[in-house]
């Protein structure tokens, strides 16, 4: 069975501009999770989808910030326009009616 | 707001050697308490899960244990490995369905030869 994928591995953008993260849940979980890890900080939560409904999105920092999951399935989170402080590495996670959490390898996000 | 502590200094330790993690929390307690292993550039993986009302959880060489008067949980390695070095991450789960959890910063394992 495949994990949770996320793509790309890694990105570096100037300050200003855009870009989107990707995130393949392992198939069937309906439940996707966004979290990010800024230098030197714990790992935080941002938002949870249900299917392609947001459950919570109380993380998301500020309204640079937008997450969409499309039937469900993908996710996609957009930073626009990037801040050097949204230098970080951005995990996904997926789960199926348990408590247990899958994470996918991270997107590491360098701002400059 | 709720604050995790984890040692933030690394711990080394000799092959064959008990490691001990400490997990520290302030307020309220979680409905569960997860474990989870992180090595350098990938995700985060699922060790153990206890709940509020269970002392003592274990899996293989493995044990958690949950103490909710003191607010802390301490994470057990036995006979450690060198395979077993890694950082250690504690995560808060107060929802009690895994939806939001909060963790700490980890500690990094290094189990030496």
């Known amino acids: 069975e495949a994990g949770v994928t996320q793509f790309p591995s890694h990105s570096v953008i100037e300050k200003g501009q855009t870009v989107t993260l990707r995130c393949d849940p392992i198939?069937?979980?309906?439940?996707l999770y966004w979290y990010r890890r800024v230098m030197g900080k714990e790992i935080k939560f941002l938002l949870h989808?249900?299917?392609?409904?947001?459950?919570?999105e109380s993380g998301m920092p500020n309204n640079r910030f937008l997450a969409e999951r499309t039937g469900g399935t993908y996710s996609t989170l957009k930073v626009q326009p990037a801040e050097l402080e949204d230098s970080g590495v951005y995990f996904c996670?997926?789960?199926?009616?348990?408590?247990?959490?899958?994470f996918g390898p991270g997107t590491r996000l360098t701002v400059t | 707001s709720q604050k995790i502590e984890q040692n933030s200094e690394a711990l080394n330790i000799q092959e064959g050697k008990t490691a001990t993690l400490t997990c520290n929390y302030t307020n309220y307690s979680p409905a569960y308490l997860q474990w989870y292993r992180q090595d350098p550039g990938r995700g985060p993986v699922f060790l153990l899960l206890i709940r509020e009302n269970e002392k003592e959880k274990r899996k293989e060489r493995l044990k958690v244990t949950f103490d909710t008067t003191l607010k802390q949980s301490l994470f057990h390695i036995t006979a450690s490995q060198p395979a077993d070095s890694a950082t250690y991450l504690c995560?808060?789960?107060?929802?009690?369905?895994?939806?939001?959890?909060?963790f700490g910063t980890g500690t990094q394992l290094k189990v030496e030869l």
């Open positions: 995560a808060l789960d107060f929802t009690g369905g895994g939806n939001k959890l909060t």
């Open positions: 989808f249900v299917k392609e409904s947001k459950q919570d």
């Open positions: 198939s069937g979980h309906d439940n």
């Open positions: 996670a997926s789960s199926q009616a348990t408590t247990i959490l899958y």
